[in-house]
């Protein structure tokens, strides 16, 4: 099954700055999430992007869309020391059996915010 | 308060043991799935269920099972754990349709 990519593997800034992450994948998709993940704890949803849209804001969160280049950005805006976590990708294929839809998960990037 | 329960958060086993790893939700949620993370690789699905008493696989169901026999539980069942299936564990559910997931909080299981 296809996996989002992301990039960079592990990003270091200081806190204040901005961080960027990105994420490619290979086929169409429904569309595409990003999810958080503190140190070994369970991913928490940040934000879904609809394929037929190309740019969403939340909070200090902007992600962008391209499905010509099947690919995704992730701003975080203003950093913070809390923001360090691991970061995934989340591509909606929606091909499972019963109907419903299947996310597949990249191998994630993890983010330092130094102070 | 709306959550995804995993038990037990940690578990060392030696190899074919049999174990269970419970997941509750209290959210009425339709859609639950396993993974499994290691590093490197992500996250992959082991199993989902999209309702009760309707389970399937996912990309790495080899060596565990599972069951829906209530809308709330979908226990991850080793009925003989070997040592490559160390890993760290989630649960996750969802409204069918909605797709958004809730994830449990993790089990970290050590197979010796």
């Known amino acids: 099954s296809q996996q989002g990519e992301e990039d960079p593997q592990a990003l270091s800034i200081q806190e204040g700055e901005n961080a960027t992450m990105n994420c490619s994948y290979k086929t169409s998709i429904n569309n595409l999430q990003w999810y958080r993940q503190n140190s070994g704890r369970g991913l928490v949803h940040l934000i879904l992007i609809r394929s037929n849209e190309r740019e969403k804001h939340s909070g200090r969160l902007r992600v962008t869309l391209d499905t010509s280049k099947k690919s995704s950005s992730l701003l975080i805006t203003a950093s913070r020391a809390a923001d360090t976590a691991s970061y995934f990708c989340a591509t909606d294929e929606g091909l499972l059996t019963g109907g419903g839809n299947k996310l597949t998960f990249g191998t994630g990037t993890q983010l330092k915010v130094e102070l | 308060e709306a959550q995804v329960t995993q038990n037990p958060r940690y578990l060392i086993t030696v190899t074919g043991k049999k174990l269970t790893v419970t997941c509750s939700q209290n959210m009425n949620h339709e859609y639950m799935s396993w993974y499994r993370q290691d590093p490197g690789l992500g996250l992959r699905q082991i199993y989902y269920?999209?309702?009760?008493?309707?389970?399937d696989k996912g990309d790495v169901p080899e060596g565990y099972k599972v069951s829906r026999k209530e809308k709330r539980n979908f226990p991850l069942i080793l009925e003989s754990p070997s040592p490559n299936q160390t890993s760290l564990y989630f649960c996750?559910?969802?409204?069918?349709?909605?797709?958004?997931?809730?994830f449990g909080a993790g089990s970290r299981l050590t197979v010796l």
């Open positions: 996750a559910s969802s409204l069918r349709g909605a797709n958004v997931l809730t």
């Open positions: 269920s999209m309702n009760v008493e309707v389970t």
